[in-house]
């Protein structure tokens, strides 16, 4: 089968398209035809192999894992003797470490069916975006009907997603991003919008009861001061800054703001299960939430998209098509 290798950390330009064995499914597990999958910020620091306090898990001098990816959607091709829930030509989606390839395989209870009104690329674009607004938001935040909550950096894959998952939560929703994503950002029903050029939330009067904060663009102690009496803030993103903790460095001082003062933080690391899938299968089925994506790339192009990726702030997810003729 084909799929995305790099044999060391580096630009996109160390990504190769190569032929490699192709997995065959255990007793418990499914093998899955890959039709699309997502990009993630999380596949940028892999390929580099940063922040460097990271590569103890990844690997010191050169990566463990020769394959990047995560999200996927696509069809059972296999099953293993022990499965029950699935069978060849299922639509499927969920999560998997070398997802940019033609086929992986996947345990059972780890899989879910792909929600019905989604195309292979909408679904693709889901499971780590998705799930990380759901457990930020509901999880770690604690938010319910009738609060307020901001949205910091509402127009990227997590922030899309946020916005639609609070409103469906029930929440009035403030989404903060760029100017030329306020409409993005209406459409998808934030109740207000405001432009970070013209406008600073963190120097208003307005208090809120969560800030589900995925931009980093703010200092923590300044978003503090806008929460409620019980507010919470969920930090999720961070600047993409140098250095030997990178993007962690802000990730760390939350941790160590959060035990000063009254006011919460929380950071948190997504952890997809097969119900939290499922959760997002019956908000997007039920027409509360729907991926939005910028660009589609086909696999071979994928040094391409992860420029695009790291340049040039995508509105919504960048997706991969890997098999032919992508239909619901």
């Not at 499914?25 to 940063?50: C, F, H, T, W």
């Not at 119900?275 to 391409?304: F, N, R």
Request: glycine share 12%; aromatic share 6%; charged share 25%.
């Amino acid at each position: 089968m084909k799929a995305i290798v790099r044999r060391r950390y580096g630009s996109p330009e160390v990504l190769r398209l190569e032929e490699i064995e192709k997995p065959a499914p255990k007793d418990d597990e499914v093998l899955i035809k890959v039709r699309a999958a997502s990009l993630n910020a999380g596949d940028k620091y892999a390929l580099r192999g940063q922040p460097y306090v990271a590569r103890g898990m990844l690997g010191l001098w050169k990566p463990k894992t020769m394959r990047l990816g995560s999200d996927f959607a696509g069809q059972v091709e296999a099953v293993g003797g022990n499965v029950t829930q699935f069978k060849p030509g299922d639509a499927v989606y969920g999560i998997r470490t070398g997802a940019f390839a033609e086929y992986v395989v996947k345990l059972e209870q780890t899989l879910a069916p792909k929600p019905a009104n989604l195309s292979f690329e909408e679904a693709a674009a889901v499971p780590v975006a998705g799930i990380t607004a759901l457990q930020g938001l509901r999880d770690k935040g604690g938010l319910k009907p009738g609060q307020t909550v901001l949205v910091n950096g509402a127009s990227g894959g997590v922030g899309t997603f946020a916005v639609q998952v609070a409103k469906a939560l029930g929440a009035h929703v403030t989404a903060v991003c760029g100017p030329r994503n306020v409409g993005l950002a209406r459409s998808l029903g934030a109740d207000r919008v405001m432009d970070y050029s013209r406008e600073n939330f963190t120097l208003g009067e307005e208090r809120y009861d969560q800030i589900f904060d995925n931009a980093g663009t703010y200092p923590l102690a300044a978003c503090r001061r806008v929460l409620g009496p019980e507010g919470v803030l969920v930090v999720v993103g961070a600047p993409p800054v140098g250095g030997l903790l990178g993007p962690a460095a802000r990730l760390l001082q939350a941790v160590v703001l959060s035990q000063l003062g009254k006011k919460n933080i929380v950071t948190f690391i997504t952890a997809i299960t097969k119900q939290d899938l499922l959760d997002m299968t019956a908000l997007i089925e039920d027409g509360q939430v729907k991926p939005v994506i910028d660009k589609s790339y086909p696999l071979a192009e994928l040094p391409e998209a992860m420029r695009y990726q790291e340049e040039g702030h995508p509105r919504g997810k960048v997706v991969l098509r890997v098999a032919a003729n992508d239909q619901p």
